[in-house]
């Protein structure tokens, strides 16, 4: 049992660990019959947001504000949605609604969201992306710089139209990242399965399924995978843009 008032939530000036026990859920403005959980947010110091949408059957998302991007990933239960051949996605599928782009989002049943939102940021010379529609299950892994203990699910083309990246990562008990990362790139992620340890900055923190993380820019990063199941975690990125020209 934990003791009253305590909590492996922490917030630093460069990262964030906010874990199940601290979430707080309120209403989503322009959504229906959802509960909204923001991790994630500029007022945090992060470029962009990522929030959790828990909708009952027969909810209705309501759009992302003008200029903004947003991707879904469904955790949970089954959603309609209005673009493409196939219009429903189960836990596993995702969808990508570029900036100024009308779909519509429907619960099916109950339902568990993640998504990410972020300014779209365009590239002189280049066209906006198109909606993307997708399933992880469809994605093979790649290994990670060599390593087939860990294993890359990128979802979204790597292309110069798109100015983030959405990615999903597993790993084997005891694979880890094979070095520290330190890079201009800022992360959201959310931890999907699994336990491990994640360094963030000079801390280093016990982390598993539920748990999100916040990454500034620059912000030291490294994971190893413990325990006896595969760790795994969703993360975005923002890509594909040159700091000194990206007002996002």
Not at 96 to 102: L, S
Not at 163 to 175: I, K, M, Q, S
Not at 188 to 198: I, P, Q
Request: proline share 8%.
């Amino acid at each position: 049992m934990e003791l009253y008032g305590s909590t492996r939530s922490r917030v630093a000036r460069n990262h964030a660990l906010i874990c199940p026990d601290s979430f707080v859920r309120a209403a989503l403005p322009g959504w229906t019959k959802t509960q909204g959980i923001i991790l994630i947010a500029p007022v945090l110091g992060a470029r962009f947001t990522q929030y959790l949408a828990v909708m009952e059957p027969g909810a209705i998302a309501g759009p992302a504000a003008p200029g903004v991007e947003r991707f879904v990933y469904v955790l949970e239960g089954t959603i309609k949605h209005s673009f493409g051949s196939k219009r429903t996605l189960d836990a596993g599928g995702y969808l990508f609604v570029p900036a100024g782009t009308q779909i519509t989002l429907e619960a099916q049943t109950a339902a568990r969201l993640n998504i990410f939102e972020k300014p779209f940021v365009s590239l002189p010379g280049c066209s906006a992306p198109a909606p993307v529609v997708g399933r992880e299950q469809d994605i093979q892994g790649a290994p990670f710089m060599g390593d087939p203990d860990a294993l890359l699910q990128t979802l979204l083309p790597d292309q110069p139209a798109f100015d983030l990246a959405v990615n999903l990562f597993r790993f084997r008990p005891g694979a880890a990242l094979p070095l520290v990362e330190i890079h201009v790139m800022e992360h959201g992620l959310l931890m999907l399965a699994g336990r491990g340890v994640y360094r963030l900055g000079d801390s280093w923190y016990p982390v598993q399924a539920g748990d999100v993380i916040w990454m500034a820019s620059f912000c030291p990063q490294w994971f190893v995978a413990m325990g006896k199941e595969q760790a795994g975690y969703l993360y975005y990125k923002d890509v594909n843009r040159d700091p000194l020209g990206s007002k996002a």
